[in-house]
């Protein structure tokens, strides 16, 4: 059944970290993968995991970097990893299931935004490719590890979906003019109907789906905006540095982080899934306002969800 897209009442907020909601809550005995994790949220996301018990496993395509972001963080491995490279997924995916451990946590962090056209070997436009198409492999092919463990999935999206839905006559860009914040939006708008795809064939076996926007954090994802284009976002203060305002959605990492550890971890979460949170509660429907609090419909868009879904096993050849 759907679970309606509608505020729960979390005692939790916008202004809440990473800390505030582990508080108390002990995830020892538990896996976790954190794609991601070792820059911006999803650095601050595999600590917060990491200080609550769990294991933390970080895959990486700088080995180096990810290596001098974790160190002294405790049980955190690193394995290598690049979402946009098919073989790297399986890779990965392989090494975890040959180690027989249970997953109960995967949470997909990472991604690119607003980047130059790239595509990967088969030819998929880059955001699509490394925000979506990684993440979907890489899910169906944990999927053994996933099964009957009362596994949470979380789909870190954004607000940026509110710009554009899936274009299923050319995801691709190979007939439309390329545009990288119109890529980069339809790669989170593909992000969260993902997540309903996915929890609707995992809630019979114990795996629920969730999708976020954590907020407006300045990170590394930011790092193929020019100068100019950063002032537009009137990010940033008189000398220079981030402005935090959780109330308007001006986050830190520990407090974009938040939500998708609530996702991952709260209890009022249980026998929920499917939905987009915002701010460590359930959105509602955004139906008409740009840029504001909610998820727009075509991202809760079951039909969407479906045909995405088809899709992307038939491009991966992967399902769950």
Known sequence: MTTPQQPIGSPFGAASTADDI????DLSGRTAIVTGGYSGLGLATAKALSRAGAEVIVPARDIAKAEAALAGIGSV?????????????????????ASKRPLHLLINSAGVMAAPLRRDAA???????????GHFRL??????????????????????????GVDFDDIDFDRRPYDKWVAYGQSKTANILFARALDRRGEKHGVRAFSLHPGQIITDLARHLSDEE???FDAFDAQGKPIIDPAHGMK???????TALW??????????????????????????????????????????????????????????
């Open 22 to 25: 582990i508080a108390g809550t």
């Open 77 to 97: 491995e690193i394995a290598p990893m690049d979402l946009i490279d098919a073989p790297s997924v399986a890779r990965f995916a392989e090494d975890f299931l």
């Open 123 to 133: 030819g998929h436009e880059g955001h699509f490719a490394t925000n979506h198409l």
């Open 139 to 164: 899910a169906c092919l944990l999927w053994p590890a996933l099964v009957d463990q009362g596994a949470r999935v979380i789909a870190v999206s954004s607000r940026g979906h509110q710009i554009a």
């Open 230 to 232: 950063l002032a537009g």
């Open 252 to 258: 830190t990492p520990e407090q974009g982080a938040a």
């Open 263 to 320: 996702c991952a971890t709260s209890p009022q979460l249980d026998g929920i899934g499917g939905v987009y949170c915002e701010d460590c509660d359930i959105a509602g429907i955004n139906h008409a306002e740009m840029g504001r609090k909610g998820v727009a419909p075509w991202a809760i868009d079951d039909e969407a969800a479906e045909r995405l879904w088809t899709l992307s096993s038939q491009w991966t050849g992967c399902s769950c």
